[in-house]
């Protein structure tokens, strides 16, 4: 057998299901959330937080609104009991936030695990014990009655344990660990086990956690598994039911997802996906694909930077660029086509309607981003992107056949420089090509009147020292204005195309023209700006004249 050979592997048996329903629903509200980050997260890390990084993540999840936290496992770990004490001791725990320990079926651990409670106004304690053929086979040497055995004890320990302490709210939560490999209706009988000891009622549910240890199918076998589970299950009405899927296969979400269609009431996971080996479900991307449907995800993301910022420090791991949602780069657009649609879509967009902006799901303003990083150039990019980007940051409004020309230069000047091209640069390329410098010829001053009909100009051209005045007349400034500079240089000029508009607004408002024009069968387009339109106008006209002498001249 070959080291890669996919022969060595199996398929995950799923579940029969003659009538599945999960495919015919849709989500309409968010799941109850479970952050898992203080325990699940943490355990994963090479450097588990130290005191100081776990209160800053405790702060930042009872921020954001979770209200249920696990917050660690106080029987196997002193620095986690003492996280637990301080939250309680220094009254940090929120009335409307249920903190969640974790603890293995053991009696002493359990005593210990209440232990550490003692205080708290309400907890879930979260008991589990693996039950996966795997696991019973060839790590504990039992068959499901044995197994069986063990989660019945434990969940009368926790019973016997909450009865301690009166004061507190308790609820139970048991996980059969590695429920995706475990038969699914043996999965039922031992969870029905547990619910036999703990008796629960509507009014005091318990909570039955199916978790994807390890993820071992694709999201849809995981929905099937949840659904025959929460069809099987007895009393459901006092049952909330959760998942916490794994992210080995790349699918946490879409897992989660589906679980919900299939009968899941609640989801845990940690910010990122930060978790064992490939991570546990992001519920921040989640979260938002909710939000982008249109329902309330009940937490609160609008400030991402604060919330990356909080899971480097703590977690000691970077946020890959193109992470969902809320990554650097994943509302950045190189492509030239993808550049063209945004913008267009982005000038149509009404405040009062859905959002319909092409290739953004969402505005980015809802995760305070601004539209700085929305488009970016570099080789890949195109008019569309060039002419963002000059709108955006310099109210530059091109023509389209100047972003045609524009793009041609910016993306070799891309080319030459490697990488990005910035807003800066671009203005600098527009200005350098498109706008006369100071040693061409210049517009110095104009006189125009009305005679006949028609418009005559009388313009003073200054080239270095010397002013040249010319004389001509037309329908309209420009017009006149080229009819004086043929008669003075012999060249046949025609207007192409011609606009305007203008920038900023009030006294400080400048005209930006723009002008095609077709100089002795050549085209050649310029622009200018200046605080009177006509001078703009006049000016953007000797730039087109000035480069087709550079262009002669060359």
């Not at 897992?255 to 299939?262: F, G, I, K």
């Not at 989640?286 to 939000?291: G, I, P, S, V």
């Not at 420009?478 to 606009?499: E, K, N, T």
């Not at 387009?525 to 087109?544: F, K, P, Q, W, Y």
Request: aromatic share 8%.
């Amino acid at each position: 057998m070959k080291a890669f050979d996919h022969r060595k592997y199996r398929p995950t048996v799923a579940p029969f299901m003659a009538n599945r329903q999960w495919p015919n629903r849709s989500i309409e509200q968010a799941p109850i959330w479970a952050s898992v980050d203080l325990r699940d997260g943490n355990q994963a890390l090479l450097e588990p937080m130290n005191v100081a990084q776990k209160r800053d993540m405790w702060a930042l999840l009872v921020k954001m609104g979770f209200k249920e936290i696990e917050v660690g496992f106080p029987s196997a770990s002193q620095p986690d009991y003492d996280f637990v004490r301080w939250l309680i001791e220094a009254r940090q725990i929120p009335e409307d936030v249920t903190v969640q320990v974790l603890v293995q079926a053991r009696e002493d651990l359990i005593v210990r695990t209440f232990e550490a409670l003692q205080g708290v106004h309400r907890a879930v304690v979260h008991v589990y014990n693996s039950t996966s053929t795997v696991q019973r086979e060839r790590v504990f040497g039992m068959d499901k009655a044995g197994i069986t055995a063990i989660a019945r004890r434990g969940a009368e320990w926790v019973a016997r344990e909450a009865a301690r302490y009166p004061a507190t709210d308790w609820v139970f939560q048991y996980s059969p660990e590695s429920f995706t490999s475990t038969e699914t209706d043996y999965a039922v009988d031992v969870c029905e086990a547990v619910i036999d000891v703990w008796q629960p009622t509507p009014e005091h549910p318990c909570i039955i956690n199916l978790p994807s240890t390890v993820e071992v199918a694709s999201p849809n076998v995981f929905a099937d598994q949840v659904e025959y589970f929460s069809t099987h299950i007895s009393r459901r009405d006092s049952i909330i039911l959760s998942v916490h899927t794994h992210n080995d296969r790349g699918c946490a979400v879409a897992a989660a997802e589906l679980a919900l269609l299939a009968g899941a009431d609640r989801v845990e996971g940690t910010l990122m996906g930060n978790g064992e080996r490939t991570g546990n479900l992001d519920i921040l991307t989640m979260a938002m694909n909710l939000y982008s449907q249109g329902i309330d995800p009940q937490l609160d993301f609008a400030n991402p930077d604060e919330i990356i910022q909080t899971y480097m420090r703590c977690t000691g791991l970077p946020v890959h660029p193109r992470h969902p949602w809320v990554g650097e780069m994943v509302y950045t657009a190189f492509s030239g086509s993808h550049q063209d649609a945004i913008r267009k879509s982005l000038q149509k967009q009404q405040p009062d309607e859905p959002w319909q902006v092409a290739y953004l799901p969402i505005d980015p303003h809802d995760l305070g981003r601004d539209f700085q990083a929305v488009v970016r150039v570099n080789s890949q990019s195109g008019k569309g992107g060039v002419a963002f980007v000059l709108e955006r940051d310099y109210g530059l409004s091109l023509p389209r056949w100047m972003q045609v020309e524009l793009a041609q230069i910016v993306q070799r000047a891309s080319e030459t420089r490697g990488g990005e091209i910035n807003a800066a640069t671009i203005y600098q390329l527009f200005c350098e090509h498109f706008i006369a410098s100071h040693d061409s010829p210049r517009l110095n001053g104009y006189q125009l009147k009305r005679s006949g009909g028609n418009d005559v100009i009388e313009a003073r051209i200054a080239q270095g020292k010397v002013e040249q005045l010319i004389h001509g007349e037309g329908e309209g400034a420009m017009s006149a204005f080229i009819d004086a500079w043929q008669q003075y240089s012999g060249q046949q000029i025609a207007v192409v195309d011609y606009s305007e508009h203008a920038v900023g607004s009030g006294t400080n408002a400048e005209a930006v023209a723009y002008v095609l024009l077709n100089i002795d069968g050549n085209r050649v387009g310029a622009a200018a700006r200046d605080h009177d339109t006509v001078s703009a106008s006049l000016m953007a006209a000797i730039a087109a004249l000035n480069r087709t002498a550079l262009q002669v001249a060359a």
